[in-house]
Nanobody
Framework: QVQLVESGGGLVQAGDSLRLSCAAS????????LGWFRQAPGKEREFVAA????????HYADSMKGRFTISRDNAKNTVYLRMNSLKPEDAAVYYC???????????????????WGQGTQVTVSS
């Protein structure tokens, strides 16, 4: 059983940067693929970024490429999401997720992940 706790959300202005963290406990962290998803009010949860369990391969939603960076620190059992040039439309609750050795074909879908954090709110003012 893996527990995930996100942190680092908050209120920022458009153009600012923010780094989200997600600390994991339980399980063998290095064997888990990790993802970030977000959900804005009235919208479905959407994929943001993922990082594989091996070789740290990363994958991003098209609208986040070049602005967001996902990384992991296996020694700290933590995954990060660095967000630059934030826009008002980036405002959402951001969730981290973990799945055991998620296949590449599933890394951008909720189906690939068994464990979810409680979410952290990101608000971007214009």
């Amino acid at each position: 059983q893996v527990q995930l706790v996100e942190s680092g959300g908050g209120l920022v202005q458009a153009g600012d940067s923010l780094r989200l963290s997600c600390a994991a406990s339980g399980g063998t962290f290095s064997k888990y693929s990790l993802g970030w998803f977000r959900q804005a009010p009235g919208k479905e949860r959407e994929f943001v970024a993922a990082i594989s369990w091996s070789e740290d391969r990363t994958h991003y939603a098209d609208s986040m490429k070049g602005r967001f960076t996902i990384s992991r620190d296996n020694a700290k059992n933590t995954v990060y999401l660095r967000m630059n040039s934030l826009k008002p439309e980036d405002a959402a609750v951001y969730y981290c997720a973990a799945g055991y050795k998620v296949a590449a074909s599933l890394q951008d879908t909720e189906l690939g992940y068994n464990y979810w954090g409680q979410g952290t709110q990101v608000t971007v003012s214009s």
